[in-house]
T-cell receptor
Framework: GQNIDQPTEMTATEGAIVQINCTYQ??????LFWYQQHAGEAPTFLSY??LDGLEEKGRFSSFLSRSKGYSYLLLKELQMKDSASYLCAVTDSNYQLIWGAGTKLIIKP | IAGITQAPTSQILAAGRRMTLRCTQD?????MYWYRQDLGLGLRLIHYSNTAGTTGKGEVPDGYSVSRANTDDFPLTLASAVPSQTSVYFC?????????????FGPGTRLTVL
């Protein structure tokens, strides 16, 4: 079967750094997405990785290791507005997105 | 440019009633999707359409039907609603250019079936 695992919830302090991990087992791999979802809102795109390595975009970075079936999202200089759920999703061999359950990130002052 | 719109925003429905959730996009995307999102389960694909005139079943299609008469609209119908269909429903679209298929989401419909 296909499976994506993420921690259910994480807590971090404003101004700090947090790493949200995602491991996956899917039928094929055609890329990995990270989305952000604020409570009561729709998911919005954060990043896409298809090759191994680190992609940096401002305060957010995403890393991929295809051989390990592993990705992480790194958030630096945390702000209160970063409190949200972060969803990991993998494009499988049929080009469908397989979604993780999401990680709820709580930022404390 | 609106992107993707969904209607209604929320709805309370009696069990056994028929309900259609509407979804319209103005980005001329080929592919469209319907998801339901339940606490602790993440997004689950109900039905999808890779292009106008075609539809396919996702992970949880039972009790739901869709149609794709044109590029812009992708309605989801619950023929006879049951309480287990209480959920938040998201419509999404992508330009379908594999393998990069970033999906854009509508604001969601919160449905309660009593």
């Amino acid at each position: 079967g296909q499976n994506i695992d993420q921690p259910t919830e994480m807590t971090a302090t404003e101004g700090a750094i947090v790493q949200i991990n995602c491991t996956y087992q899917t039928s094929g791999f055609n890329g990995l997405f990270w989305y952000q979802q604020h409570a009561g809102e729709a998911p919005t795109f954060l990043s896409y990785n298809v090759l191994d390595g680190l992609e940096e975009k401002g305060r957010f970075s995403s890393f991929l290791s295809r051989s390990k079936g592993y990705s992480y999202l790194l958030l630096k200089e945390l702000q209160m507005k970063d409190s949200a759920s972060y969803l990991c999703a993998v494009t499988d061999s049929n080009y469908q997105l397989i979604w993780g359950a999401g990680t709820k990130l709580i930022i404390k002052p | 440019i609106a992107g993707i719109t969904q209607a209604p925003t929320s709805q309370i429905l009696a069990a056994g009633r028929r309900m259609t959730l509407r979804c319209t996009q103005d980005m001329r995307h080929n592919a469209m999707y319907w998801y339901r999102q339940d606490l602790g389960l993440g997004l689950r694909l109900i039905h999808y359409s890779n292009t106008a005139g075609t539809t396919g079943k996702g992970e949880v299609p039972d009790g739901y039907s869709v149609s794709r008469a044109n590029t812009d609209d992708f309605p989801l119908t619950l023929a006879s609603a049951v309480p287990s269909q209480t959920s938040v429903y998201f419509c999404a679209s992508s330009d379908g250019e594999a393998p990069y298929n970033e999906q854009f989401f509508g604001p969601g419909t919160r449905l309660t079936v009593l």
